[in-house]
């Protein structure tokens, strides 16, 4: 997932030097002080005040109507679904959901918004006061939730040069304007890059598992604003500047590095940090200002007067918080219990809702939790990073997986065969059953096979067998080599051991 | 009027095609003088009344009647709600011709609300009520001229061209609806589809000499009206007579639920309570609407319906509102906030008028300093300020918060009286030219039509005698959604006066 160059020394135009032996990415003697906003989308059918699909990768301008559009005379309905969704994330956040909140216009002129404000919530959120948590240590540290509010998303622009001020020209997408989003504010509670990151993941983890969003960032379903400051221990709180822009996690952890190291090169040589909004420029590895304070937009906020409130029935927030699923951090401690799983495992494989399923599925079907956690962790997990796909894409099925290991059980293949018969399980979606068959990856446990095996290796080797004689073991584990080589990896190792040990006697006695 | 029209057409012994051909051939010789229409349609509109008159035709031939109206004349997508709400108002406009206000979506004809930023620009859906107009068998003729998007009081801010009085061409019509009011005052079409936002349906009525009226707010559908103060914004009917008044209005009302406004409230029949009579009837007449700033001429117009009233029977006693001196004040801070960000939309990226600037912001400010009219700019400006931080709380807050208070002067009031009684308009129609460099007294046109729209009830505004030569309005204002007791108290009072002397002039030029 996220495989991080946490706390390396970014590129051109950072500061000189990366602090080091501090709590990464945060120089020794300060103190980061980091409050994340995050947009998520919701996996709404339709947009949040029209009709509209909201499916990603459309052809541009394919999904929209008049409404989102921002036609004159149109006027938006609130989309009930978005609503349950919102509701859901709020509670699957701890949060307290407000019986009586509002929609406001958040004016400010951008091609890509039809009408030029942006429906949101202000002073009266869906829902405040929440909070999740991240591991720290041994133990867990909370990371307290400010709020939680509905908007709309905007549209997207793509401009024939850098930015908007010297393109010659832009192109508008509104297949996005409208979907609907929910910014989750965190508290000023992180400390560290890392502690961004490992946010960003259980927030991820958390609205999948409720069903929330499929949070992809590449899909741009998840977004992040950073807000951070730095001071001395104790010290009085920063200047904090915002960054925009940052469209990963590993871009988040870098981000964020990169915005404190600047900050605290700045305080050190005595200058002061600059109230601003700043922008991350992935490619150079650096954040650069966007708008300095003077420039900082005034929203004009007001109460739509096209939306009445929202007013909720306590009763349905209750049917939604009882409706809600098992949530990453009791399904870690189910599988730690329960199953006797390395808290660090069922921590790796509840970060993702499809990755437990999978696990869960898989465990149904072939009941030895720890081997197929070995697996997951394993070879699962490799094939996914090596092919760059996310676990909601798992190619094979559990119960091909647990048939699988019920063949490794049964000695029916060995390990390593079993390793092969899974990458082609990934490739072709084949039962493996089929493709042992077919591959004759069937494990060899004939002893005369493998004995005619092990003679040959011994006749072949004189001399590897006169230096295991000597007393040097390792020789034997060529000699292991050279009969799996001989069957094509498909004898049973242990009969290949034994059998070799039985012929050459016990080391050491040439 | 209109109901006899739409039977004589039903049962074959008018043809809609002719009326529209009156209507057009009447508008071809008046209108270039009047200015009443920005669009006329009279192609599609003989077109589609032809196909009325061939539907009613072959429906005779078999023996039944052309029940539901409209039959497979309907020419929409048959959107749900589509028909107002209102199904049984199915037929009940066979083959009458109406006027639309330019600010009220129609598919596939110009909507420009009389501005250059939005000239030539034609709507790909109709507003709720034309779609409920023509399910009801309704003729559109033309798109009518008014104040740019209704900001105005006279008619004078189109940016085409002004709109006459019929009653006298060197006098305004009032606004913002003026193209509207003239054109039924000029007999060009049975009736006209106007908005109100401060006055602008009921003003310009009076002005007329016409009936004009403003629904509760949320009473009729305000999808696909061009939003100007969308707090205060309803459409509303312009009409000869009140039966007229109230047979649209069975068609215009209805809850829609493309407008989160709209209510869900049975629409009644409101022609079954005309007739009625009215004796027992509580009238109160606000003293803040009889006082300083009323011409002495309207005052005694207004006594003197009072006075037939009083011999119908009602009690008419003098009560207060005492927040009305507020209402202005408050209205202008209200609307404007509301208007700066509806009207953000209009920027020259999307549609409408585009003036070319360099870059983005060039473009944003040559296209809207281009595209709207003074009076609009001036009201985006004054919004833009009472929005702003540091402005919201002592401005925009506060207005909300004496909105409140002019509410709950009417709520008291019709605590004890059915209905109150007030006029219209402080004066009767001014000259061109008159108010124009000054815009204070132009915003005083609509002191006593305001506080309605801020409170959200029903009015009408009808004929009641003359000054100079010119129409009084009387203003008749109700509790939210007792349209039927205005309707039956106007009515009365119009059946009572039917032979005054200055219901003869006003029937002139008809
Ligand atoms: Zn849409």
């Not at chain 2, 639309?100 to 596939?108: E, S, Y």
């Not at chain 2, 507003?127 to 740019?148: F, H, I, P, Q, R």
């Not at chain 2, 106007?194 to 602008?200: I, Q």
Request: one cysteine or more; proline letters at 7%; aromatic letters at 6%.
């Amino acid at each position: 997932m996220s495989e991080v160059q946490t706390g390396r020394p970014v590129r051109a135009g950072g500061p000189a030097s990366a602090p080091g032996g501090v709590a990464a990415g945060v120089p020794a003697g300060w103190e980061a002080v980091i409050g994340l906003e995050v947009h998520v989308e919701l996996s709404t059918a339709s947009k949040m005040f029209c009709n509209c699909p909201t499916r990603f990768g459309a052809p541009p301008n394919s999904q929209v109507c008049p409404v989102c559009l921002g036609l004159p005379g149109v006027l938006p309905v609130p989309n009930r679904q978005a609503v349950e969704l919102a509701v859901r994330a709020a509670l699957a956040l701890n949060c307290k959901v407000a019986t009586y909140s509002k929609f406001d216009r958040k004016n400010y002129f951008y091609p890509d918004m039809p009408k030029n404000y942006q429906i949101s919530q202000y002073d009266l959120p869906l829902a405040t006061d929440g909070y999740l948590e991240v591991p720290e240590g041994e133990g867990s540290r909370r990371i307290r939730i400010r709020r939680l509010h509905l908007e709309e998303d905007t549209g997207k622009s793509m401009h024939a040069a850098d930015d908007i001020v010297t393109a010659r020209y832009s192109l508008l997408d509104f297949n996005r304007a409208g979907i609907p989003l929910v910014e989750i504010v965190s508290e000023p509670d992180i400390a560290t890059p890392e502690q961004a990151r490992l946010y960003l993941e259980k927030l991820k983890a958390i609205m999948q598992y409720c069903g929330v969003s499929d949070c992809r960032m590449e899909e741009g379903s998840l977004r992040c604003d950073i807000n951070v400051s730095v001071r001395r221990p104790g010290g009085r709180a920063g200047t904090r500047t915002e960054v925009k822009n940052v469209n990963s996690f590993r871009a988040v952890e870098r981000a964020l590095t990169y915005e404190i190291a600047r900050q605290v090169e700045v305080l050190e040589a005595g200058g002061e940090v600059e109230q601003e909004t700043r922008h991350w420029d992935e490619g150079a590895g650096c954040t650069r200002t966007l708008r300095t304070k003077e420039y900082a937009h005034d929203y004009r906020y007001f109460p739509d007067p096209d939306l009445p409130p929202l007013v909720l029935d306590p009763a349905w927030i209750e049917e939604i918080r009882r409706s809600l699923p098992e949530l990453p951090d009791a399904r870690r401690e189910r599988y730690v219990r329960e199953m006797g799983l390395p808290p660090y495992d069922a921590g790796v494989i509840t970060a993702s809702r499809a990755l437990a399923e999978f696990f869960e599925e898989t465990v149904r079907a072939y009941p030895q939790p720890k081997t197929v956690s070995n697996w997951v962790m394993g070879e699962v997990r490799r094939y996914l990073n090596e092919h760059g796909l996310e676990p909601e894409q798992i190619p094979v099925r559990p119960a091909d997986l647990a048939d699988l290991l019920a063949m490794v059980e049964r000695g029916t293949v060995n390990m390593r065969a079993a390793r092969q018969v899974f990458t082609e399980m990934c490739e072709s979606g084949r039962p493996p059953a089929e493709i042992v068959r077919e591959r004759g990856l069937e494990q060899v446990s004939d002893e005369s096979l493998i004995e005619r095996a092990v003679d040959e290796a011994i006749a072949g080797n004189p001399a590897v067998v006169a230096d295991y004689r000597k007393g040097k073991e390792k020789a034997l584990g060529f000699l292991v080599g050279q009969v799996m080589k001989a069957t094509r990896g498909r004898a049973n190792p242990q009969v290949v051991n034994r059998l070799l040990r039985e012929r050459l006697g016990p080391p050491g006695t040439g | 009027m209109i109901a006899e029209t739409a039977a004589a057409i039903r049962r074959g012994e008018l043809r809609a095609r002719e009326l529209v051909e009156s209507c057009l051939s009447r508008i071809a010789s008046l209108d270039a003088l009047l200015g009443c229409f920005l669009t006329l349609d009279g192609e599609r509109a003989l077109e589609r009344a032809g196909h009325i008159d061939e539907e009613l035709a072959r429906a005779r031939q078999h023996g039944g009647r052309a029940a539901g109206g409209t039959g497979g004349l309907k020419a929409r997508g048959g959107a749900p709600g589509a028909s107002g709400g209102n199904q049984a108002g199915d037929g009940l406009l066979l083959g009458i011709p109406y006027a639309c206000k330019d600010n009220i979506c129609t598919r596939g004809v110009p909507t420009t609300c009389a501005s250059r930023i939005l000239e030539g620009y034609v709507p790909p859906y109709s507003a709720t009520v034309v779609e409920g107009l023509e399910a009801a068998g309704a003729v559109l003729l033309g798109k009518t001229n008014m104040d740019e998007f209704a900001m105005g009081s006279s008619g004078e801010n189109s940016a085409f061209f002004p709109t006459r009085n019929p009653r006298d061409t060197t006098r305004v019509p009032g606004g913002s609806s003026s193209g509207s009011a003239a054109a039924v005052a000029a007999g060009l079409v049975p009736f006209a589809l106007g908005s109100d936002t401060g006055g602008s349906v009921r003003q310009p009525a009076s002005f007329c000499g016409v009936v004009g009226f403003k629904p509760t707010y949320g009473r009729v559908s305000r999808y696909g009206l061009v939003a100007f103060a969308s707090s205060l914004d309803q459409i509303g009917p312009l009409t000869a007579t009140v039966e007229d008044c109230a047979l649209v209005m069975e068609v215009l009302a209805g809850h829609d639920p493309r407008d989160a406004t709209s209510a869900d409230v049975p629409v009644p029949a409101y022609r079954e309570v005309l007739g009625r009579e009215v004796r027992g009837m509580k009238l109160g007449v606000p003293r803040e609407y009889m006082g300083e700033g009323i011409e002495p001429g309207v005052r005694e117009a207004v006594e003197a319906a009072l006075r037939v009233f009083e011999d119908l029977g009602c009690v008419v006693e003098e009560c207060s509102l005492p927040h009305t001196e507020y209402a202005l004040a408050v209205y202008y801070l209200v609307a404007p906030a509301e208007a700066s960000s509806n009207l953000a939309r209009y920027d020259g990226v999307r549609y409408g008028l585009r003036v070319e600037g360099g870059d983005i912001t060039g473009m944003y400010s040559h296209t809207r300093r281009q595209g709207f009219g003074a009076e609009v700019r001036r009201r985006i400006m004054l919004g833009t300020y009472a929005l702003s931080a540091g402005y919201y709380d002592a401005y925009y807050l506060k207005a909300q918060k004496v909105r409140t208070l002019v509410k709950r002067d009417f709520e008291q009031a019709f605590s004890r009286y059915d209905l109150l009684v007030a006029p219209t308009s402080p004066t009767v129609a001014f000259r061109l030219g008159e108010r124009t460099e000054d815009p204070l007294s132009m915003y005083m046109a609509d002191v006593c039509t305001i506080p309605v729209n801020l409170a959200g009830i029903p009015a009408i505004s009808i004929p009641c005698g003359e000054e100079a030569g010119l129409p009084v309005g009387l203003q008749i204002m109700g509790p939210p959604f007792a349209e039927s007791t205005i309707l039956q108290a106007a009515h009365a009072f119009e059946r009572a006066t039917v032979g005054a002397s200055w219901r003869r002039r006003g029937g002139e030029g008809r």
